[in-house]
């Protein structure tokens, strides 16, 4: 299984010193096969591991890891990456909050609407009620009363009735008659993507304007699962994902490639046929599972760690001696660019990442401070000072930039230096003097 696959990857970078273009590349390329096998889209898996490669290349070598643990950590987070990175709620908005669930048959939107009610009800509180939609089968509608008996969740249905626009309508009436503050609709399904379904669902949703659509897919069919999603989000535009049965054998494909592929979260995974067995989708436990390898990652996050602090401690024992030089900044920057691109960068900043969406961000913006420092020579970048004008000149025209770039960043980095002297010896009380100037 996919699990194995991985590991086997990560295996030929064993007995390697470090990373390199070569062994990454062969890594990269047994990691996207696993992926691929498990039913991974195939672009995704691309987009995949060109990424794991890059990340790969731009750590830091940190002399307690080994490259195929730090291969792992980078795996791992990458697969957090595509899986959303963090777990996401389903709204609860509106009185009563409607939620209408849409699949094909047998991908578990019966026993996941029941399962819902349940959760909703011991964990949020809430007073739901389940509404039978599923018309067409009497057998279907028994189904979810025998479950809502088990769970103590009222059934709503309109005997003799086939109108599950009809239903959902009036069902949600009731519920605000009754306090009722959530309701949720189970609907009918086929075994293939049908324009009769599709439209009947389209007209249950115009009908009760839910607060959240869910889309339910059976884990263990793979690549069609992320052909379903695909094709009932295009006609519904869900809010989330439900991914059931994934207490089989799957292989775990459809977990990675819905999110990339639809650009909706996966909100629930449902784990077996026991009505307690639903769980908030966690990408980081998620890929916890797929890998299998937690403690490798909290080794080389700790080594990380680590490595970073005393990296800050020596950063700043050189700055407070006045000490700081080009090299350093170089460093600097590198690490920045290590970090990913800086649109990344600043998407990890809690409120940035939005306001930033839509301008564009150059990924080049260092390219020619790094011209200029690298055009300078050994002595240049230990000691600043030495740069006089003919000195600048050939800076400026070995970095093919100009005098007065050479000299903006001769300014820029004195100015930078004292800052961080500033801030970095008397801490918050000189920062405060400083601004008050
Ligand atoms: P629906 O046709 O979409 O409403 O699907 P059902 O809820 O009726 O489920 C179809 C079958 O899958 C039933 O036999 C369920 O017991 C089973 N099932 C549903 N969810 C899960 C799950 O998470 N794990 C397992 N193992 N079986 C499930
Ligand atoms: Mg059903």
Do not use: C
Request: cysteine-free; overall charge positive.
């Amino acid at each position: 299984n996919l699990t194995d696959r991985l590991e086997r990857s990560f295996k030929i970078l064993k007995g390697e010193g470090k990373i390199t273009e070569i062994n990454v590349a062969e890594t990269v390329k047994e990691i996207r096969k696993a992926l691929i096998e498990a039913d991974v889209n195939y672009k995704v898996a691309k987009t995949f591991t060109d990424e794991v490669k890059r990340k790969a290349l731009g750590m830091n070598v940190l002399n307690a890891i080994k490259p195929g643990q730090l291969m792992v950590k980078v795996v791992h987070d990458e697969l957090v990456s595509l899986m959303g990175g963090q777990a996401t709620d389903i709204n609860l908005a509106g009185n009563p909050t409607v939620i209408l669930i849409a699949g094909l048959q047998g991908s578990g939107k019966t026993t996941f609407s029941a399962k819902l009610a349940n959760h909703l009800k011991n964990k949020k509180g809430k007073s739901p009620l389940l509404v039978a939609g599923d018309v067409y089968r009497p057998a279907a509608i028994e189904q979810l009363k025998v479950l809502g008996q088990q769970i103590n969740v009222p059934v709503f249905t309109i005997p003799g009735s086939n109108d599950p626009i009809g239903i959902a309508r009036e069902a949600v009436r009731v519920a605000k008659n009754n306090n009722q503050n959530v309701v949720i609709i189970d609907t009918a399904g086929r075994l293939a993507i049908d324009e009769e379904m599709m439209k009947e669902v389209e007209a249950i949703k115009k009908a009760v304007s839910p607060n959240e659509i869910l889309f339910v897919v059976d884990s263990m069919t793979g690549q069609d699962a992320v052909n379903t999603a695909k094709e009932f989000n295009d006609r519904l535009n869900f809010d989330g994902v439900v991914l059931t049965k994934l207490d089989g054998d799957t292989r775990g494909g459809a977990a990675l490639s819905i999110r990339a592929v639809v650009d909706k979260p996966i909100k629930f995974v449902s784990t077996g046929e026991k009505l307690d067995a639903l769980d908030i989708f966690h990408p980081d436990r998620m890929a916890d599972r797929i890998l299998g390898m937690g403690d490798i990652v909290s080794l080389v996050e700790k080594a990380q760690e680590q490595y970073d602090a005393e990296q800050a401690k020596i950063l700043h024992k050189k700055i407070l001696k006045d000490q700081f030089n080009f090299n350093d900044f170089l460093e600097q920057i590198n690490q920045i660019k290590k970090m990913g691109n800086l649109k990344d960068l600043a998407g990890m900043i809690p409120g940035v990442g939005k306001a930033l969406k839509d301008i564009d961000i150059d990924d080049d913006a260092f390219k020619n401070i790094e011209a200029i420092i690298k055009s300078m020579t050994p002595e240049e970048r230990e000691n600043p000072s030495l740069m006089n004008g003919s000195r600048r000149k050939r800076i400026a025209e070995g970095s093919g930039t100009s005098i007065v770039e050479v000299n903006r960043l001769l300014k820029q980095f004195e100015d930078m230096r004292k800052l961080m002297k500033m801030v970095s010896g008397g801490g918050a009380k000189n920062l405060a003097r400083m601004m008050n100037q």
